[in-house]
């Protein structure tokens, strides 16, 4: 079977009103035991207001999980940043595990790019690309 075509996305959404840290860890450990069986990779940046994720991996994988995600009572407004097609994975490391090392300056910066796109409805192709910059210099 030829190889699927990798895809890339990312979104931003609001946390359900009433969400807890067990919650989110919940919603952290189904989605790295899921994404393992997928291939995909990422990450999923959580602050008491909005989710940020960045999803890669097999095109029908990625859709497949992604329209999942859009349906997830846990939060609403979901609102696509980019999706683009890629040559290689860009986090291949990281099985959307929520990295638990986040010193506090990381925590300030996860915090400060979750909520500059948390604010926004609508996207440009430049916060695509600015997004893909600041979650690598993380
Ligand atoms: C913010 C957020 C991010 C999520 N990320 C993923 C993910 O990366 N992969 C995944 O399979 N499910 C993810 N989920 C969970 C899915 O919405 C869905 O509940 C789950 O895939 C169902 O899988 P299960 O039938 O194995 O429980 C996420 C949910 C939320 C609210």
């Known amino acids: 079977m030829p190889e699927q075509p990798l895809l890339q996305l990312a979104y931003v959404s ?4 009433d969400i807890t840290a067990d919650c989110i860890a919940e919603i952290h450990q189904q989605a790295e035991r899921n994404n393992r069986l997928h291939h995909i990779t990422g990450l999923l940046l959580a602050t008491e207001q909005h989710f940020l994720q960045l999803l890669e991996g097999p095109k029908r994988d990625v859709e497949l ?4 995600i859009q349906r997830d009572k846990r939060h609403h407004h979901v609102r696509l940043i980019f999706q683009n097609t890629v040559s290689e994975r860009q986090f291949p490391e990281w099985h959307m595990g929520l990295r638990r090392s986040f010193d506090q300056a990381e925590h300030e910066d996860v915090t400060a790019i979750v909520n500059l796109y948390g604010q926004r409805s609508q996207f ?5 690309a600015a997004l893909v910059l600041l979650l690598s210099s993380l």
């Open 14 to 17: 609001t946390a359900q009103t």
């Open 65 to 68: 999980t992604y329209a999942r």
């Open 124 to 128: 440009s192709a430049q916060h695509g």
